[in-house]
């Protein structure tokens, strides 16, 4: 199924070139480079909250978008990672115990878009766009010791496909100094995530979290070729179907719960 989805990924972005083989006539381009560093939160929810983790996240990308006067198109791309805490409790001991411990987060983005650009005379536009964008991560809970009871470490390798649908705008203040502010919604398409169990039955199990629509939301200025923005992203998954695996000694029955996250970061770049 992963390779399924990944072949719709490299399909829609081979359309979008399609739609636009080459930079139209007058055409503007823009290249990006930027470092950014956020506050990760992730929860999830199973008669109240089970797990919450939070903590800083970095990554590096590049970002870039072509235009005229009536179409644009862009890509954008990035690594990120980080070390969050985490806090959770026990599961199949009874009486549940909190667990404290670290998450290690390591992942990818990339995403295409294409849209329209609306001129609001001399010195503003606006743009909407739309394009399909993938997402993976692994998540990786370190060991840890609550009480008597040692939990072992657990592996989660995630890989969420989904289409961003937004508007923005910019105005430019002079010659120097723009502004720019925009938001939308991701629309999900497939969700998957892969946990590694077999430290603790052996076994991989994949299931697949329900889709929710998010939203993201971005608001900065450039100043010459220093690019700075504040921005905010939401993922949203409902609980996924369970899946049942033989084990020894048994039959195990593995779902992801409802599952939230926020991401609130400050985005620094240079400009070309």
Not at 123 to 140: D, F, K, N, V
Not at 188 to 214: C, H, Q, W
Not at 230 to 258: A, I
Request: proline share 4%; glycine share 12%.
């Amino acid at each position: 199924m992963k390779k399924y989805a990944v072949f719709i990924v490299t399909v829609l972005l081979m359309f979008t070139g399609a739609l636009f083989p080459a930079r139209p006539a007058s055409a503007v381009s823009e290249f990006d480079l930027y470092v950014k560093a956020e506050r990760f939160i992730w929860k999830e929810y199973d008669s109240g909250t089970v797990v919450e983790e939070s903590g800083p996240l970095f990554g590096i990308g590049a970002s870039g978008r072509w235009y005229n006067d009536l179409v644009v198109f862009g890509f954008r791309g990035e690594v990120f990672g980080g070390r969050v805490d985490y806090d959770g409790q026990t599961t199949g001991t009874g009486t549940p115990l909190p667990v404290d411990s670290d998450t290690d987060y390591l992942g990818a983005e990339a995403e295409g878009t294409m849209g329209i650009r609306i001129l609001l005379g001399s010195s503003s536009t606006m743009e909407l766009y739309a394009g399909p964008a993938i997402r993976y991560w692994s998540r990786e809970i370190q060991s840890t010791s609550t009480g008597t009871v040692r939990v072992a470490e657990s592996k989660e390798k995630w890989l969420v496909i989904y289409a961003p649908v937004g508007i923005r705008g910019s105005h430019a203040l002079n010659d120097h100094v723009s502004i720019f502010a925009g938001g939308g919604v991701n629309l999900p398409v497939y969700n998957e995530n892969e946990a590694d169990l077999s430290k603790l039955y052996g076994v991989k199990v994949t299931v697949e979290p329900g889709k929710r629509i998010s939203a993201f939301a971005e608001a900065g200025l450039r100043w010459k070729r220093l690019k700075a923005s504040l921005y905010y992203e939401g993922m949203r998954f409902s609980e996924s179907d369970p899946v049942s695996v033989d084990v020894s000694g048994g039959r195990l029955t593995v779902f992801q719960p409802k599952s939230e996250a926020d991401r609130y970061g400050l985005l620094v770049g240079l400009a070309f």
